[in-house]
């Protein structure tokens, strides 16, 4: 019996705990519900800080109390283990909206044999040279099993040039192709038709796009601006995918 009394306790404490956090997350629901009635609460979830939960608005993070008297919007950091927690839930949370738009919605660029193992999304537009520096390494990508899936981003928005150079290549016969000769300066056929490109452009403010190229890896790793190829492969292959 006198065995039995600590493991009985020991796994009780766990129990009372999570006990604890949905207590603490129903009361935060509640108290969002009658003092911030204005925001959509999507999830409120527990951190490895006592007293500190988590909720997504949208694509939007936050960090409060139950009781709603202290709240920051920022980076947790895990110093222990170097580990940006916020970087990496926001991360998740933007290819659940990236992938919500879907392939369909892409031009891809996938390796000509074999199954790619692996994919990062590229925010990208023809306008921009850093843009055309990383599609020069797409074949080293596609060859070291990474497939590339491009959405349309005209910096300049709906109605710039850039934007109808990115409509054409999309509403061309050969996608790629035409994506590819804009890309390397050469000019396309105008063409318009239906198009993703709103969408994306909407995606792009939900995840935050600052400029362009965006990559995000499919562990949800969000890379700002261009990398060369062998360091997008060494991030890509050291990661696993969500």
């Not at 493991?7 to 207590?23: E, I, N, R, Y």
Request: glycine share 6%; charged share 25%; aromatic share 6%.
């Amino acid at each position: 019996m006198k065995k039995i009394i600590p493991l009985f306790l020991g796994m009780l404490l766990p129990l009372c705990a999570v006990a604890d956090q949905q207590s603490d997350i129903q009361l935060l629901k509640d108290n969002m519900a009658k003092e911030m009635a204005d925001v959509v609460v999507d999830d409120v979830q527990a951190t490895p800080v006592t007293g500190l939960y988590q909720l997504t608005s949208g694509s939007r993070i936050f960090y409060l109390t139950p009781d709603l008297k202290y709240a920051f919007r920022g980076s947790l950091i895990d110093l222990d283990n170097q580990v940006d927690i916020t970087a990496e839930e926001q991360g998740k949370l933007s290819m659940k909206f990236i992938e919500k738009l879907g392939d369909e919605k892409m031009v891809v660029f996938g390796p000509k044999e074999g199954k790619a193992e692996r994919t990062i999304t590229v925010f990208t537009d023809t306008s921009c040279p850093y843009c055309a520096r990383l599609h020069e390494e797409v074949p080293q990508l596609n060859e070291a099993g990474i497939r590339v899936r491009y959405l349309l981003y005209p910096r300049a928005g709906i109605g710039s040039d850039a934007y109808k150079v990115l409509q054409s290549a999309w509403c061309a016969e050969d996608k790629q192709q035409a994506l590819s000769d804009a890309k390397n300066g050469k000019n396309i056929e105008e063409k318009s038709c239906d198009n993703p490109i709103a969408e994306t452009i909407q995606l792009a403010r939900e995840v935050g796009l600052q400029g362009t190229p965006l990559i995000f890896t499919d562990a949800g790793v969000m890379v700002s601006g261009y990398r060369p190829a062998n360091i997008l492969i060494e991030s890509v292959k050291s990661s696993k995918p969500l």
